[in-house]
């Protein structure tokens, strides 16, 4: 069983930036790719980032791609999401889960961390 915790979420004005922080736990987290999603209302929940395993292989949607960035700390158990020059469009709830698996699922998920951004 692998749990994963969101954090880093809140207010930040456009142009900003922000950090989220995705914890993980268990056995498998350091062996297992991770996935950082976002959902806005009235929106179906995207992808917008993944790290592998090892941390080099990582892929960023085209919409945030020079803006944020994923890494990963293994002997923390931490995946990081960066974000810069914060968009009205990037406010959503921003979630994190491991995998994807054989299936090509994602197994584990946060609860999810706000983040808000005003203009």
């Known amino acids: 069983q692998v749990h994963v915790a969101e954090s880093g979420g809140g207010s930040v004005q456009a142009g900003g930036s922000l950090t989220l922080t995705c914890v993980g736990s268990?056995?498998?987290?350091?062996?297992?790719?991770v996935g950082w999603f976002r959902q806005a209302p009235g929106n179906e929940r995207e992808l917008i980032a993944y790290?592998?395993?090892?941390?080099?292989?990582?892929y960023l949607k085209y919409s945030v791609k020079g803006r944020f960035t994923i890494s990963r700390d293994t002997a923390k158990n931490t995946v990081y999401l960066q974000m810069n020059n914060v968009v009205p469009e990037d406010a959503a709830v921003y979630y994190c889960?491991?995998?994807?698996?054989?299936?090509?699922?994602?197994?584990?998920w946060g609860q999810g961390t706000q983040v808000t951004v005003s203009s």
């Open positions: 889960a491991t995998g994807p698996n054989s299936s090509g699922q994602y197994d584990f």
């Open positions: 790290i592998g395993w090892s941390g080099v292989n990582t």
């Open positions: 268990g056995d498998t987290f350091s062996s297992s790719g």
